[in-house]
């Protein structure tokens, strides 16, 4: 299993990007696939998650600003980050879980079995 995250890059403040997560060797739409984020020094948080169910599960504090989604026919699931803010700069992780996702659950990164290599974002002020 290979999970390839990308569209990070350099954007300032109100600006919009779309974060890529491609897989190889396992199929999505069977998966939960989650978005995660850390800064340095920080934990890492989970930002956004789609369900092996179609469920989708956001950060509070990030709904109506960030989209998840999934593109079956690619094997690729997006998030589409607008409005973005300084503090939305770390780097950006996917990763996917075989078991089906919960809302008391999806934030838990060490349930997650496979991880991209991540992809930075930088939000300039």
């Known amino acids: 299993v290979q999970l390839q995250a990308s569209g990070g890059g350099l954007v300032q403040a109100g600006g919009s990007l779309r974060l890529s997560c491609a897989a190889s060797?396992?199929?999505?739409?069977?998966?939960?696939v989650g978005w995660f984020r850390q800064a340095p020094g920080k934990r890492r948080e989970g930002v956004s998650c789609i369900s092996s169910a179609g469920l989708i599960f956001y950060k509070e504090s990030l709904r109506g600003r960030f989209t998840i989604s999934r593109d079956n026919a690619k094997n690729t699931v997006y998030l589409q980050m607008n409005s973005l803010k300084p503090e939305d700069t770390p780097v950006y992780y996917c990763?996917?879980?075989?078991?089906?996702?919960?809302?008391?659950?999806?934030?838990?990164?060490?349930?997650?079995?496979?991880w991209g290599q991540g992809t930075q974002v930088t939000v300039s002020s």
């Open positions: 060797g396992v199929t999505l739409d069977s998966s939960s």
């Open positions: 990763a996917i879980r075989r078991a089906r996702a919960y809302s008391s659950t999806w934030r838990d990164f060490t349930l997650y079995e496979f």
